[in-house]
């Protein structure tokens, strides 16, 4: 059996092929946008995630740091103190003050004090507060005259 076509048909036949070409290809570049777009939202949620993560590593660093600086002080003055400001926003103040404590003999323990270092930022219309703190007991830290 051999079936024989017609030109005319042929040319039928080949320009509806062309037509399926064209739409696998159309369908081929929305696939692959739609990929692109899905994929760069990731990779800028992962770059902001990153960034976020950098600067709360430097916040705490620098609340240690202060924090550090503050219990090796020689005197020690009651009171709120501000700090700095640095350059992403964030306001650090030193709060210290003495507490009134006994150990077990009943003793008082005297020129003990609680410091802390506050930090805190705004972040759209939400404010946002970080504390570090410690205790120090003066006498410890004093040489013997």
Not at 36 to 44: P, S, Y
Request: aromatic share 8%; hydrophobic share 40%.
């Amino acid at each position: 059996m051999t079936s024989r076509m017609s030109s005319s048909s042929k040319g039928r036949l080949a320009k509806v092929g062309a037509g399926f070409v064209l739409l696998e290809v159309i369908m081929a570049m929305a696939l692959f946008g739609i990929v692109g777009v899905a994929l760069t939202r990731a990779l800028d949620a992962i770059a902001q995630n990153a960034l976020d993560s950098r600067k709360e590593v430097k916040l705490l660093r620098t609340l240690e740091s202060y924090l550090t600086e503050a219990s090796k002080a020689v005197e020690f003055e009651e009171g709120v103190e501000p700090l700095e400001e640095d350059e992403n926003g964030v306001f650090y103040e030193r709060e210290i003050a003495i507490l009134e404590l006994e150990n077990y003999d009943g003793q008082i323990l005297d020129r003990m004090w609680h410091i802390i270092i506050r930090a805190t930022w705004e972040k759209g219309d939400n404010q946002y507060e970080e504390i570090a703190e410690t205790y120090r007991y003066e006498p410890m830290y004093q040489n013997n005259r």
